[in-house]
């Protein structure tokens, strides 16, 4: 069973940092990605940041290139979410998700299998 547990969320002010971490069990497929989205009240679920499993490949939304920066340790089973600079706008659930079909691309919702509950950021002017 894949299990994906979020872990790092609060609550700061604008230009704060936080450092998501995501640490998964139970993935028994190897070469997966591992991605952020976020999702606040109202709003569709957005793609955050992704990470293929050499780590040689990443991608960004554009509102946090720049400000984000997403690594994975394999040897941990962990991927990581290091956000600065917040915004208020960066307000949301941040949930992590693993997946390993390649014909979709690291932002697209459809490649990945499993997701996590996911980890409350609130940033306050």
């Known amino acids: 069973q894949v299990q994906l547990l979020e872990s790092g969320g609060g609550s700061v002010q604008a230009g704060d940092s936080l450092r998501l971490s995501c640490a998964s069990s139970?993935?028994?497929?190897?070469?997966?990605?591992m991605g952020w989205f976020r999702q606040s009240p109202g709003k569709e679920r957005e793609f955050v940041a992704a990470?293929?499993?050499?780590?040689?490949?990443?991608d960004y939304s554009d509102s946090v290139k720049g400000r984000f920066t997403i690594t994975r340790d394999n040897a941990k089973k962990t991927a990581y979410l290091q956000m600065n600079s917040l915004k208020p706008e960066d307000t949301a659930v941040y949930s992590c998700?693993?997946?390993?079909?390649?014909?979709?691309?690291?932002?697209?919702?459809?490649?990945?299998?499993?997701w996590g509950q996911g980890a409350q950021v609130t940033v306050s002017a």
């Open positions: 998700a693993v997946g390993s079909s390649e014909i979709y691309p690291l932002s697209a919702l459809p490649r990945y299998n499993y």
């Open positions: 990470i293929t499993w050499t780590g040689g490949n990443t």
């Open positions: 139970g993935v028994t497929f190897r070469n997966y990605a």
